[in-house]
């Protein structure tokens, strides 16, 4: 059974820092792509980084909001996707998902699509003066 | 920026309706282009992928259509556990979500 866990969420003050933690289990975590997306309260969902498979060279890509300040990560012998988020901004409380970032083809075989198929529960990072 | 719109915001139904709901991307984004339930309080699912395939144990009753920058979510005959916001989600270049559309009890 596929789980996701996410951890490390809390409350912290603006210009403050916060590490979020997702446990995986279930998959082969060392060859699957994963991201972050996040959820303001009462509001949709904002996709916040993805990070490659080692193999597929390990780098980490940041949606613009977060550039410079979130930093994905991964430790494949802990099974472990992070997202390490410094210099919080009020606009950053949010419930935080990892999910597995993997493609398929379309039904025409013609274009290989990205998808988020596996969510973990949330871990909700409050930013409040 | 490709921007990616959702109509309608919100829809009223009653069990067994058929129902429709549409997602229009500012440019073309070929099939690139999943669809996403999401009930209060829980993570999304996944319910189609590449614009027209069914996910793994998503019901058949859900389908997706459509490619270039016109696409759409039909669930055939609505269910009391479809209540619910639905996303579509890009996924050319960088990821991007819609606004959604809740569907709730007429």
């Known amino acids: 059974e596929v789980q996701l866990v996410e951890s490390g969420g809390g409350s912290v003050k603006p210009g403050g820092s916060l590490r979020l933690s997702c446990a995986v289990s279930?998959?082969?975590?060392?060859?699957?792509?994963m991201s972050w997306v996040r959820q303001a309260p009462g509001k949709g969902l904002e996709w916040v980084g993805r990070?490659?498979?080692?193999?597929?060279?390990?780098?980490?890509d940041h949606a613009a909001p977060v550039k410079g300040r979130f930093t994905i990560s991964r430790d494949d012998s802990k099974n472990t996707l992070y997202l390490q988020m410094n210099s919080l901004k009020i606009e950053d409380t949010a419930v935080y998902y990892c999910t597995t970032d993997r493609a398929a083809y379309d039904n025409r075989g013609h274009y290989y699509v990205p998808f988020f198929d596996y969510w973990g529960q949330g871990a909700l990072a409050t930013v409040s003066s | 920026d490709i921007q990616m719109t959702q109509s309608p915001s919100s829809l009223s139904a009653s069990v067994g309706d058929r129902v429709t709901m549409t997602c229009r991307a500012s440019?073309?984004?070929?099939?690139?282009l999943n669809w996403y339930q999401q009930k209060p309080g829980k993570a999304p699912k996944l319910l189609i992928y590449?614009?027209?395939s069914l996910q793994s144990g998503v019901p058949s009753r859900f389908s997706g259509s459509g490619s270039g920058t016109d696409f759409t979510l039909t669930i055939s005959s609505l269910q009391p556990e479809d209540f619910a916001t639905y996303y579509c989600?890009?996924?050319?270049?960088?990821?991007?979500f819609g606004p959604g559309t809740k569907v709730d009890i007429k």
């Open positions: 989600q890009k996924s050319y270049i960088t990821p991007s």
């Open positions: 990070i490659r498979s080692k193999s597929d060279g390990g780098t980490a």
């Open positions: 279930g998959f082969n975590f060392t060859k699957t792509w």
């Open positions: 590449a614009a027209s």
């Open positions: 440019q073309s984004i070929n099939t690139y």
